[in-house]
C-alpha cells in the first residue's frame, strides 16, 4: 500500500458477523436515537476558499430563509410531536444559535433534551484551520452551551461536516466522549484518540432529512416510510 492510502487507524475493523450481541436494557431490541438539528447559517458569511457557503451568489436570500424556516415553524412542530409521544432529542446545535434564537434552544432545554456542538455556524468551515482557532472554536463551544443551558457538552458533529486531521484528538481533550464524524457503522464503538475515550455515535446520513429530500429526491410520503422501516 503507497503511503498516501494507509487506513487513518481511526478505528479497528470489526465484522458485523463476528461481533457479539448488542444487549440493551429490560430486553429492548433497538435503540433509537433522535437529532434533531438546530442550526444558523449566516446569509453573507466569510468566505472559505475550500468550500462556498451556498449553492448561489451572496446574498443566497432563498437559502438562507430556507433553513430559518426550522428556527421559526420547524421545531416548534416537530418539539410537539416529540413530546407527545415521548421522545427526547439529542440537539446537534450550531452555538450560535444560544445569541440568535435564544427561545429555541430555551424551548428544547425546557424539555429536557441534550445538546452536544455542531459548531458556532453551520457556514464556518474546519477547513485551513491551525489547532489553536479549532481549539477555540471548541472551548467557544462549551462555553456558549453552559451559559445558555447549564448543560456540558459531551458530544461533537463537526460544523458541515467538516473536519482537520486533528479534530477527534481534541474533542477527546477538552473530555467529550462521544463523535458523530464517523459514519462508518450501525451500532456505537471506540475511536482511537492520542488521551481519553471517545465513542462513534452512528448519525445516520442516510436518513438526514436534507439527503432524504435534495440529495435522494423522496417525497415526504417515501420519507416517512423510510424513517419507519
Known sequence: MREGEKDPGLYDFRPYRDRAKLEW?????????????????????????QRKSWPRPHPDVVGYGHRDYANRIGHWRMAEVMEKHGFKG????????????????????????????????NTRYSYGMDEAQERAIIEDSIRTVRDATGQTIKGWLAPALTHTPRTLDLIADYGMTYTCDLYHDDQPGPVHVKQGRLVSMPYSIEVNDHYGFFVYNMSPRDYADTLIR
Open 25 to 49: 436494557p429490560e430486553g429492548k431490541r433497538v435503540a433509537v436515537w433522535v437529532s434533531p438539528n438546530l442550526e444558523f447559517y449566516e446569509i453573507d458569511p466569510p468566505a472559505n476558499p
Open 90 to 121: 439529542s440537539v446537534s446545535l450550531s452555538v450560535a444559535l444560544c445569541q440568535h434564537h435564544p427561545d429555541v434552544v430555551a424551548n428544547a432545554n425546557a424539555l429536557g433534551w441534550e445538546f452536544f456542538s455542531h459548531g458556532i455556524y
